[in-house]
């Protein structure tokens, strides 16, 4: 509601919608397309609707992930998006 956000906040959406809203070619789907893209092109793998057993930590970094499968990947950097309060619980 108006009356419950900030008054830059405000500003921001007003700015965004005053001369048209934008939207990227072939649907906002396109920005997750090339994001994977992104990560396919420099080597990196992507895994969906896999369940994960465990974190693999070494040294107090995370090293992988385990899936329910008995999988094991490893990678310098892992991406969780669950969110936090699903990737630390």
Not at 1 to 30: D, N, Q, T
Not at 55 to 60: A, F, K, P, Q
Not at 63 to 85: C, D, M, P, Q, R
Request: glycine share 10%.
């Amino acid at each position: 509601m108006p009356s419950e956000e900030s008054f830059a906040i405000h500003c921001l959406v007003r700015k965004h919608f005053w001369k048209g809203a934008y939207y990227p070619r072939g649907g906002a789907k396109v920005i997750s397309e090339e994001m994977l893209a992104n990560v396919l092109d420099n080597g990196g793998q992507v895994v969906i609707s896999a369940k994960v057993l465990n974190l693999i930590v070494e040294n107090g970094t995370c090293k992988g992930v385990e899936l329910t499968t008995g999988e094991k990947f490893y990678a310098k950097n892992i991406i969780s998006a669950t969110g936090a309060h699903s990737t630390v619980s």
